[in-house]
Structure formats: structure tokens, C-alpha cells
């Protein structure tokens, strides 16, 4: 249940970023609240898998799913760069958080 909640945490970590990148576009009131909730709901699954999984693995992990996803969503919603270097080191850190589930 700890590694289902910290997933989810990094998807509403990608969701808490991807609603800044809103926020900026748009300022109002129901763009920060919704950049509130992602975040909050994010910490929350975080301190709950952090129960069970050691804080560095988690948030490592954490940080992983929501840098790796962020970039993708930039990519394809918008228009940042996809060039073949950038790919690679998406990549890496997306080995390297399996890495961690991996050894944990």
C-alpha cells in the first residue's frame, strides 16, 4: 500500500506542477487553489508511504516520478524541447528511481 501511495504521490506531485505552469498563465484564485490541493495531496501520500519506506528512497522516488513526468507533460503539452540529449538524461532518472524500488 506504502509504494501504491508514494506513485500516486508523484502524480499529483506532476499534477502540482503542471498547475503552476497554469497559475502562471492564467492568476486567479481557482488556478492556486487547485495548485494548493495537487501539492497538498502530494505531501500527504508522501508522509503516509514514508510510514514504511525509508525517507531517502522515498523521496527520491517522489521527486523522480515528478521530475520525469513534469518533463514529459512539457514536452507534450508545451512545446519544450524533446532533442535526444534531454530524452537521455529523462531516462536516466527515470532508471534510476527503478533502480531504487529495485534495491529497497
Given at each position: 500500500m506504502?509504494?501504491?501511495?508514494?506513485?500516486?504521490?508523484g502524480?499529483?506531485e506532476?499534477?502540482?506542477?503542471?498547475?503552476?505552469?497554469?497559475?502562471?498563465?492564467?492568476r486567479?484564485?481557482?488556478?492556486?487553489?487547485?495548485?494548493?490541493?495537487?501539492?497538498g495531496?502530494?505531501?500527504?501520500?508522501?508522509?503516509?508511504s514514508?510510514?514504511?519506506?525509508?525517507?531517502?528512497?522515498?523521496?527520491?522516488i517522489w521527486?523522480?516520478?515528478?521530475?520525469?513526468?513534469?518533463?514529459?507533460i512539457?514536452?507534450?503539452?508545451?512545446g519544450?524541447?524533446?532533442?535526444?540529449?534531454r530524452?537521455?538524461?529523462?531516462?536516466?532518472?527515470l532508471?534510476s528511481v527503478?533502480g531504487?524500488?529495485l534495491?529497497?
Amino acid at each position: 500500500m506504502a509504494w501504491f501511495a508514494l506513485i500516486l504521490a508523484g502524480m499529483f506531485e506532476i499534477v502540482g506542477v503542471s498547475l503552476i505552469n497554469q497559475f502562471n498563465l492564467k492568476r486567479n484564485w481557482y488556478s492556486l487553489a487547485f495548485v494548493v490541493l495537487g501539492f497538498g495531496v502530494s505531501f500527504f501520500l508522501l508522509s503516509f508511504s514514508m510510514k514504511t519506506i525509508p525517507m531517502g528512497t522515498a523521496y527520491a522516488i517522489w521527486t523522480g516520478i515528478g521530475t520525469v513526468g513534469s518533463a514529459i507533460i512539457g514536452i507534450m503539452f508545451y512545446g519544450e524541447s524533446n532533442d535526444w540529449k534531454r530524452m537521455l538524461f529523462i531516462a536516466m532518472v527515470l532508471g534510476s528511481v527503478i533502480g531504487l524500488k529495485l534495491v529497497s
